[in-house]
């Protein structure tokens, strides 16, 4: 299954393409979007993480990073892709859902709608039980976004780093949704009158 293209009250979600390269060395370039993610990345860092980033669409079928376009403006990119580390539990039936956009379209409800978007099509249409995201527990504006989207906290981790950012020892935090508690607040969002 192809990734596919999405679509919000505002945002068309495309899957994440060459052409829109120059707008993650902007994203990745600026401090602040960095903040709890590391230090601001050169061209060529974005260049290798540009092309891993197309792979990820590769490795499930129909997960991978989409860019955001509102009125045809790139505001940044969403991810739902496949666990990576053992602690994050099995490949088969989950994803991590991801979201960064650039500054200028922060605290404009954007991040919370795409990733609404993907968490409807993770369960609706690629059958998914369990999408989850991760933040530097310090990440309050991430963590708000993800509580709004209906993901709840799971757990307070750590992680090993080789130059940790400040607030590290704080730990990593995990929120997560399943499918049967999506389904649960989706019939109870109907009925209310």
């Known amino acids: 299954m192809p990734q596919a293209t999405l679509h919000t009250a505002r945002i068309r979600l495309v899957p994440l393409a060459d052409e829109h390269l120059e707008h993650e060395v ?3 370039a600026d401090p602040e979007v960095m903040r709890y993610l590391g230090p601001p990345r050169t061209r ?3 260049e290798v ?10 490795r ?12 045809g403006d790139f505001v940044g990119w969403w991810i739902l892709e496949p666990p990576e580390r053992a602690d994050q ?5 989950q994803a991590e859902l991801g979201y960064r956009l650039l500054r200028r379209y922060w605290r404009r409800g954007l991040a919370s709608e795409g990733a609404r978007e993907l ?11 369990r999408i989850f995201a991760e933040t530097m527990t310090l990440n309050e504006g991430s963590r708000a976004t993800m509580a709004s ?6 757990r307070t981790f750590h992680l090993d780093f080789d130059d940790p950012l400040p607030g590290t020892e704080l730990g ?5 949704l399943t499918r049967d508690e999506w389904l649960t607040a989706r019939s109870t969002e109907a009925v209310r009158p």
């Open 49 to 58: 993480l540009h092309g891993r980033r197309l792979a990820a669409a590769r």
């Open 89 to 93: 539990g099995p490949v088969a039936g």
């Open 44 to 46: 060529a860092e974005v």
């Open 172 to 176: 990593e935090v995990e929120y997560a």
């Open 149 to 154: 989207v209906g993901l709840r906290y799971v």
């Open 60 to 71: 499930v079928p129909g997960l991978g990073f989409w860019a955001g376009l509102v009125d």
């Open 26 to 28: 902007e994203l990745d």
């Open 119 to 129: 968490i409807r099509h993770g369960f609706e249409e690629l059958g998914l039980n």
